[in-house]
T-cell receptor, first 115, second 115 residues
Framework: KNQVEQSPQSLIILEGKNCTLQ??????????LRWYKQDTGRGPVSLTI?????NTKSNGRYTATLDADTKQSSLHITASQLSDSASYIC??????????????FGTGTQLKVEL | ETGVTQTPRHLVMGMTNKKSLKCEQH?????MYWYKQSAKKPLELMFV???????ENNSVPSRFSPECPNSSHLFLHLHTLQPEDSALYLC??????????????FGAGSRLTVL
């Protein structure tokens, strides 16, 4: 069964600190992995998308890594800001034709950034 | 706004009521989706429409009835719901439904409470 597991479930950090969120998946065959940010009361917004051949991708203070061999990804947030407080969801897409609507979602990591 | 607009944002209904959720996308996408998001659970795909044709019905109870009159509008008709149907209902769109490379654009969601 395809699964995406995220850790930690929740995290509290001080403003200005860095943090790393983890995502392990068992989806096979694999096409790509995305990280979404979901603010409270809003829908998820895409941060990054990584394909099989990509190891690292950055989007401002967000850096995602992917190890397709161990089926692990991480999202590193640098110099956190209060606006980073949100749920971060890892989503994996399977690598077969017609798999676009067969996404597997993680339960998310709830991040809170405090003063 | 992200280009996907959902109304109403909040809805409270009794178990015998009939109501509808509305979604509109202004992105020129060909695929639209309904997802259910419950606390501490991954997003659950409910329905997928591609060019106004339903291509996926993920074993959703018949008390949820989708309608896609054109490629820009999607409805979710609700009747005789149960309290466990209380959740955030997210509408999303993408360029097409079959490619795993497509990025979903989500609406802000409709928070449904069934009494």
């Amino acid at each position: 069964k395809n699964q995406v597991e995220q850790s930690p479930q929740s995290l509290i950090i001080l403003e200005g600190k860095n943090c790393t969120l983890q995502c392990n998946y068992t989806v096979s065959p694999f096409s790509n992995l995305r990280w979404y940010k979901q603010d409270t009361g809003r829908g998820p917004v895409s941060l990054t998308i990584m394909t099989f051949s990509e190891n690292t991708k950055s989007n401002g203070r967000y850096t995602a890594t992917l190890d397709a061999d161990t089926k692990q990804s991480s999202l590193h947030i640098t110099a956190s800001q209060l606006s980073d407080s949100a749920s971060y969801i890892c989503v994996v897409s399977p690598g077969f034709t017609g798999g676009g609507n067969k996404l597997t979602f993680g339960t998310g990591t709830q991040l809170k950034v405090e003063l | 706004e992200t280009g996907v607009t959902q109304t109403p944002r909040h809805l409270v209904m009794g178990m015998t009521n009939k109501k509808s959720l509305k979604c509109e996308q202004h992105l020129g996408h060909n695929a639209m989706y309904w997802y259910k998001q419950s606390a501490k659970k991954p997003l659950e795909l409910m329905f997928v429409y591609s060019l106004e044709e339903r291509v996926e019905n993920n074993s959703v109870p018949s008390r949820f009835s989708p309608e896609c009159p054109n490629s820009s509008h999607l409805f979710l008709h609700l009747h005789t719901l149960q309290p466990e149907d209380s959740a955030l209902y997210l509408c999303a769109s993408s360029q097409e439904a079959t490619s795993g490379a497509n990025v979903l654009t989500f609406g802000a969601g409709s928070r449904l409470t069934v009494l």
